[in-house]
């Protein structure tokens, strides 16, 4: 990507557009600045008053996103753990946002996406449709230790 050299005042404006869109991680807005041709200190400063002014706050970013992606795109911990982590979020902000999820919410999306994809199974037989199943829920990043016990509710031998 080309970068595009505009005055400060002009990245000043852009970007507290570009934070009172969504909620942003530090580092996407370290990242836009960079891209509007701000020098390393001036990205800092910048940063450091869009903080003081509420405009970037992570730890609102990191709770907003776990939230959502769990809500809407039915991501366990484990997924949104990674992706916070990618976007280069403190590890207690990660930790604030993981606990931010309620744990009755998370075990019964849990046990929603275990039902809905054991009965898409329904062609397949006992341990196949297990494996297929907690696979599934792995990738969406739900812990092996949750998933599991729905597992042996779900499978009737002989099913």
């Given at each position: 990507?080309?970068?595009?050299?505009?005055?400060?005042?002009?990245?000043?404006?852009?970007?507290?557009?570009?934070?009172a869109y969504?909620?942003?991680?530090?580092?996407?807005v370290?990242?836009?600045?960079?891209?509007?041709?701000?020098?390393?200190?001036?990205v800092?400063?910048?940063?450091?008053?869009?903080?003081?002014?509420?405009?970037?706050?992570?730890?609102?970013?990191?709770?907003?996103f776990?939230?959502?992606?769990?809500?809407?795109?039915?991501?366990?911990?484990?997924?949104?753990?990674?992706?916070?982590?990618?976007?280069?979020?403190?590890?207690?902000?990660?930790?604030?946002?993981?606990?931010?999820?309620?744990?009755?919410?998370?075990?019964?999306?849990?046990?929603?996406?275990?039902?809905?994809?054991?009965?898409?199974?329904?062609?397949?037989?006992?341990?196949?449709?297990?494996?297929?199943?907690?696979?599934?829920?792995?990738?969406?990043?739900?812990?092996?230790?949750?998933?599991?016990?729905i597992?042996?509710?779900l499978?009737?031998?002989?099913?």
């Amino acid at each position: 990507m080309k970068k595009i050299r505009v005055g400060k005042e002009q990245a000043i404006l852009s970007i507290r557009h570009f934070c009172a869109y969504q909620e942003r991680a530090q580092q996407e807005v370290r990242d836009k600045l960079y891209e509007l041709g701000m020098t390393m200190p001036e990205v800092e400063e910048i940063i450091a008053n869009l903080i003081s002014e509420n405009f970037l706050n992570e730890e609102r970013f990191a709770i907003s996103f776990a939230g959502g992606h769990f809500r809407i795109k039915g991501w366990g911990k484990l997924k949104i753990n990674h992706a916070l982590y990618q976007k280069k979020v403190s590890n207690f902000n990660i930790k604030m946002a993981l606990q931010s999820i309620d744990q009755d919410d998370y075990l019964a999306k849990l046990l929603e996406l275990a039902n809905k994809k054991w009965n898409s199974l329904k062609g397949e037989r006992g341990l196949s449709r297990m494996a297929k199943t907690h696979a599934f829920l792995y990738q969406r990043g739900f812990e092996p230790a949750l998933i599991q016990p729905i597992l042996q509710k779900l499978y009737k031998p002989g099913t």
